[in-house]
């Protein structure tokens, strides 16, 4: 979903990036994916990006580091930028409020969030008007009263529906009395299916979690989900921006990457979020991207070539290649090593990535306590 930020980054742990993975599959026996000529930037193929917001572009009450720089400049290039986030915690204004604090430039209509996505769906399910449980927070209230409905808390108010998402001030109380509601066969709408979200200190339960509790507790699922990987959001956010050649930015690969593959739009996964490298080369279909980097400092740079033959893949000066049944990696950058290794893993399943994978971690290990991203801006 959406956070990280400079003080809380993480230093390069090598079992992180022993899980990532590149997009390059192929029935022919050399697959390349070319570098596109006459362009100097990967954002400058695209009209318009689409961040994700925890884990991409701030954690908690920080942003990733190298975020606010790089989404200035893209938007200095005319390149629409809008953040489209799952978590339904805050309304839209206090998210770009927040962006704003933290020196992005960003208003209200920038902003997409998942109950805007998940209340529309109420229309074909309930009369205009009706009352609705609401197991979250704000995020989900204001926009059900500018919708025309009646936000409730309790299953004794005589709701017509339940709407749930993310609130960090959630109580048993509010799953026991969601659980009650769903159980009588009230709709039931999640706003998104994270299971997990950075916070500053550590990967925490999202709202993915807490629906899996009121189903375990109902023995039923929700009978929409909104927010990513299922296309509303998405939907919402080419609608509003117009965009005609997006780009979905994310940091993880079961909503971020999965969704832009629902709507058909190509997408960038950073690794300042849950996504660890080993999650990436063992990521299966629709959850595999289009493009990887360490932050979102791979936009402002040319997105280099990737060429995988039958047991070898090479991307600039790193070579990936199967011996013995072990995916082996050399070369000297972290991040084409892994474009490298996982355009590889992801032709031959099931091969031993351990060679790979220390290789990286060796690589790591030359820029000693600085983190990956301090050892690309070197």
């Known amino acids: 979903m959406d956070q990280h930020s400079h003080r809380s980054r993480r230093p390069f742990a090598p079992d992180r990036w022993a899980d990532f993975r590149w997009k390059g599959q192929s029935r022919h026996d050399v697959h390349t994916v070319p570098p596109h000529p006459r362009v100097t930037m990967l954002a400058s193929q695209f009209d318009t990006l689409l961040f994700d917001l925890d884990g991409v572009i701030y954690v908690g009450p ?62 074909t399910r309930i009369p205009a008007g009706s009352r609705v449980l609401v197991v979250g927070g704000e995020g ?129 996964l950073v690794m300042t979020g849950v996504t660890t490298a080993r999650d990436l080369l063992l990521a299966q279909g629709d959850e595999r991207p289009d493009y990887v980097g360490s932050d979102l400092r791979v936009l402002q740079r040319p997105y280099p070539q990737v060429t995988v033959t039958a047991k070898v893949a090479t991307c600039q000066e790193a070579r990936a290649w199967v011996h013995e049944g072990a995916v082996e990696l050399e070369g000297n950058d972290v991040d084409d090593g892994l474009r490298a290794a996982s355009a590889l893993a992801w032709q031959h399943p099931g091969l031993d990535l351990e060679p ?22 070197q």
Request: hydrophobic fraction near 45%; charge should be negative.
């Open 62 to 123: 920080d942003a990733v580091r190298h975020a606010t720089d790089v989404v200035t400049a893209i938007q200095a290039m005319k390149i629409t930028c809008a953040y489209v986030t799952n978590n339904a915690f805050r309304t839209p204004q206090a998210v770009a409020d927040h962006l704003s604090e933290l020196g992005f430039s960003c208003n209200v209509d920038d902003v997409i969030t998942s109950p805007q996505a998940a209340v529309p769906l109420l229309a």
């Open 140 to 268: 989900i209230v204001q926009i059900l009263r500018e919708a025309g409905y009646v936000p409730v808390s309790s299953l004794d108010m005589d709701p017509q529906a339940v709407i749930q998402g993310f609130s960090p001030e959630m109580t048993w109380r509010d799953l026991a009395e969601a659980s009650y509601a769903v159980a009588s066969g009230l709709p039931w709408i999640a706003t998104n299916p994270d299971l997990t979200f950075p916070t500053p200190r550590g990967i925490a339960p999202g709202n993915g979690s807490m629906v899996r509790l009121v189903s375990n507790a109902t023995g039923r699922e929700p009978d929409a989900v909104a927010g990513k990987p299922e296309p509303p959001l998405l939907n919402e956010a080419l609608r509003r921006t117009g965009a005609r050649a997006p780009l979905m930015v994310g940091d993880r690969l079961d909503t971020d990457i999965s969704a832009g593959h629902r709507v058909g739009i190509p997408s960038l």
């Open 356 to 377: 790979a994978l220390a290789r990286l971690a060796e690589l790591a290990g030359t820029v000693s306590s600085e983190t990956l991203e301090d050892h690309h801006a």
